[in-house]
């Protein structure tokens, strides 16, 4: 099955939808592994809002390309380089500080993204970001509440949640190089970036964390479909049955 | 006997609820305590089989309900360490009695899922038979317990559902579906009807807990309801019951079966099962991995609340 | 202050026995200052309850069981 996406619009969405399942993913692996019952809990709620997310974008977007693919087949049969998640979400929970930083960068991205998008001129997105926005104002007192914890609590969390940081912030640098795509869809690209800014350096700085300068990793973008070698992993697993069964439906 | 075991007494007898605060007697407490804690266990690392196959659920919507499902589990093992709780024991002790063996979780979460009719075969069957077992227990003694069980028992009423969905659809799926859906059978059958426990002349604990109204139906009598509600779903499914002496019986008007294999339960309780020893070392990881997390926590809370006073 | 909190409690207590146990439901009763109790922010409320209306697979109806396999 060879799944294309040929309209500029339902491109912009799926970037939306595909972020979101590759994030709800990385959480579902947290589920039986969080610090204590009420975190996985938590965490599987977070996870559970951003696939439902994902499925309702999908959707979107299959409907502007006129139903020509499902969700599902979007998600389940489509290879590495034909997804284009920003390579901040594909990261691994390498520690629960990651899951936390690579939390609250994205949480602070996606507020701004779908505040603007809630004034979007397709109407389904506009009304869908609206919900979302409650999903991740949630989301981001848990992101933020826990960033304060780790930054201001041990000597040891600080330094765990400033390694994550350090390393996550390689990947922020491509969801600012918006292109022709960005421009026509997100309705005000720079402010979407002066906002994310002014809002990281002040969660960081009142949690004694630094937004420290790292150079990019010399990668393409994942507007091209490019990502890093996790991705591959995670989608090996996500997409085993529907491709080892191509007949089976589920 | 004195005034306060008297209270308990009738209490029990006019089938009232035993409160945290009423005199009990010891045993009777430290009975609930290890049924409660073994309870609440049991929902915790019941997880983990599922957990097997959440990343690997093959649509947006199996990802969705299982993972809720499983949640689900968490949540009821909160409530449950929270009635332990009432007790007189807390959570961190009880997960250091799980992590040491001295408590005990049901052993049907030490074998494997593996393949995805598993994870139906689990909720139809494993939370069937612990459905039938919660309805009976949101009767029991203590209140806690008790209104904790009906809350369960609500919260659970879509798991056996979700779990019976995947079945049909694998049974009614491509041969391989089908194939995996009587795999799964076969090996959920018996140990989920073990699950009840061992039959009411060998059970240890049982009488004194119906004395005390803690427990309200015998395991065979929990074991028979179950058996004679489920073998018409398996007929619906086109599956196969891997007992062969699964048949109606005229004269009891139940379901007969073959013996169990007591000695492959108790081995398995003994923690020899299959993967007794990944499931513990899984939740001691999380646990112990995370230690760092939770000083984190506690030390915030500890600056930030010196702030305030 | 003391005395007077002591009243309140003692006297919120009674209150709530003549009120919510008068068929016999009662065994326990428990007794907290409203300023003791944290709830909500008004603001905050669509974040923290809204999100769970969509997750409509926490119900039962959800799943199609045919009613020959007995109840669910």
């Known amino acids: 099955m060879k799944i294309t996406i040929e309209n500029k619009d339902a491109m912009s969405v799926i970037r939306l939808a595909d972020t979101s399942v590759i994030l709800a993913q990385r959480l579902a692996e947290m589920c039986s592994n969080g610090l204590t019952l009420e975190e996985d809990i938590a965490l599987s709620n977070i996870s559970l809002d951003l696939f439902g997310r994902a499925d309702e974008l999908y959707k979107i977007a299959a409907r502007i390309e006129g139903n020509k693919f499902t969700p599902d087949e979007y998600v389940f049969h489509r290879n590495e380089r034909e997804y284009y998640n920003i390579k901040l979400v594909e990261q691994p929970n390498h520690d629960f500080a990651w899951v936390i930083a690579r939390q609250l960068l994205h949480d602070i991205y996606a507020k701004e993204l779908f505040t603007q998008l809630s004034t979007s001129s397709n109407h389904e997105v506009a009304g869908l970001s609206q919900k979302v926005l409650k999903e991740i104002k949630y989301s981001y007192m848990h992101s933020h509440d826990w960033t304060n914890r780790l930054g201001l609590g041990t000597a040891e969390s600080n330094e765990r949640m400033q390694r994550a940081l350090d390393h996550l912030m390689k990947y922020v640098d491509e969801l600012f190089n918006f292109d022709e795509l960005d421009k026509k869809f997100i309705p005000d690209p720079e402010k979407l970036k002066a906002v994310w800014f002014s809002e990281v350096d002040k969660i960081l700085g009142e949690s004694n964390l630094k937004r420290n300068a790292v150079a990019p990793p010399s990668m393409r973008d994942f507007r091209e479909g490019f990502h890093s070698e996790h991705m591959g992993h995670l989608l090996s697993i996500m997409q085993f049955l529907p491709r080892a069964y191509p007949d089976a439906k589920w | 006997m004195d005034k306060f075991e008297q209270a308990f007494n009738e209490l029990i007898e006019k089938e009232l609820k035993i409160e945290p605060r009423d005199w009990m007697p010891e045993k009777y407490r430290e009975h609930l305590i290890r049924q409660v804690s073994q309870h609440a266990h049991s929902e915790v690392i019941g997880m983990q089989p599922e957990g097997n196959w959440l990343l690997r659920a093959p649509s947006l919507r199996a990802k969705q309900v299982l993972l809720a499902k499983i949640q689900d589990e968490g949540g009821h093992g909160l409530y449950l360490y929270s009635v332990a709780e009432t007790l007189g024991i807390s959570r961190q002790e009880m997960i250091e009695q799980l992590h040491t063996g001295k408590a005990k979780y049901s052993s049907i979460f030490n074998y494997p899922t593996l393949n995805w009719a598993d994870i139906g075969a689990v909720g139809w069957l494993v939370d069937g038979a612990a459905i039938t077992n919660q309805v009976s227990l949101q009767k029991t003694s203590y209140g806690p317990y008790s209104r904790g069980m009906v809350r369960i028992c609500k919260e659970e009423s879509f798991h056996q559902r979700q779990g019976y969905e995947i079945m049909m659809q694998m049974a009614f799926g491509t041969p391989e579906q089908k194939e995996m859906a009587q795999d799964a059978l076969n090996r959920f059958w018996f140990p989920a009807l073990m699950m009840f426990g061992p039959h009411d002349k060998d059970s240890a604990h049982s009488s004194q807990a119906m004395k005390w109204k803690i427990k309200i139906e015998s395991n065979d009598q929990l074991r028979q309801k179950f058996i004679d509600h489920t073998i018409k779903q398996i007929e619906y499914l086109g599956l196969t019951c891997p007992d062969p002496n699964c048949k109606w019986n005229e004269e009891t008007g139940h379901y007969d079966h073959s013996p169990f294999n007591w000695d492959e339960f108790w081995n398995v309780v003994n923690g020899n099962g299959p993967c007794n020893q990944e499931r513990l070392d899984h939740h001691k990881k999380a646990h112990n991995d995370n230690k760092w997390v939770r000083e984190a926590a506690a030390a915030y809370a500890l600056k930030t609340e010196a702030q305030v006073a | ?72």
């Open chain 3, 1 to 72: 202050m003391r005395a007077a909190f002591l009243d309140t409690i003692k006297n919120g207590l009674q209150n709530a026995r003549d009120l919510y146990t008068r068929r016999g439901e009662g065994r326990e009763l428990w007794v907290v200052e409203a300023s003791n109790i944290v709830t909500v922010p008004l603001d905050e409320a669509s974040a923290f309850f809204d999100p769970a209306d969509d997750k409509i697979y926490r119900h039962p109806t959800f799943y199609d069981i045919p009613d020959s396999v007995g109840h669910m």
